[in-house]
């Protein structure tokens, strides 16, 4: 069977994300990509998205701020989730760096 590529692009998704832009703040990330939209002046913690309403296979994206060696940023579970069969926190500490966690089951993320 002859495969087109709008059948592709059907299946796989339009590869577009969308875009949660966190300032200087704490906060909640959301499904698709989360980043920043100014320099943290502190460490900052950003919890996933609570487990209810999640979905297997969704991903967040999350671009690190800038300034992350000097004011990391951590990456915290909501409730009872895991992370790759963790409990501990992740923390960005280096400039502009990213991670892609996807949800797999019940109050379990990977990192891919």
């Given at each position: 069977?002859?495969?087109?590529?709008?059948?592709?692009?059907?299946y796989?998704?339009?590869?577009?994300?969308?875009?949660?832009?966190?300032?200087?703040?704490n906060?909640?990330l959301?499904?698709?990509?989360?980043?920043?939209?100014?320099?943290?002046?502190?460490?900052?913690?950003w919890?996933?998205?609570?487990?209810a309403?999640?979905?297997?296979?969704?991903?967040?994206?999350?671009?690190?701020?800038?300034?992350?060696?000097?004011?990391?940023?951590?990456?915290?579970?909501?409730?009872?989730?895991?992370?790759?069969?963790?409990?501990?926190?992740?923390?960005?500490?280096?400039?502009?760096?990213?991670?892609?966690?996807?949800?797999?089951?019940?109050?379990?993320?990977?990192?891919?």
């Open positions: 069977r002859k495969v087109t590529m709008s059948r592709l692009k059907t796989i998704g339009g590869g577009s994300y969308a875009v949660n832009a966190i300032g200087d703040a906060a909640t959301a499904v698709g990509l989360n980043a920043p939209s100014a320099a943290a002046t502190a460490g900052r913690t919890t996933l998205p609570a487990s309403g999640l979905s297997v296979g969704e991903t967040v994206l999350i671009k690190g701020y800038g300034n992350a060696a000097a004011q990391p940023l951590t990456i915290a579970q909501a409730g009872s989730q895991e992370i790759d069969g963790s409990t501990e926190n992740l923390v960005l500490e280096s400039n502009n760096a990213a991670i892609q966690l996807v949800y797999v089951a019940a109050d379990t993320w990977c990192i891919f």
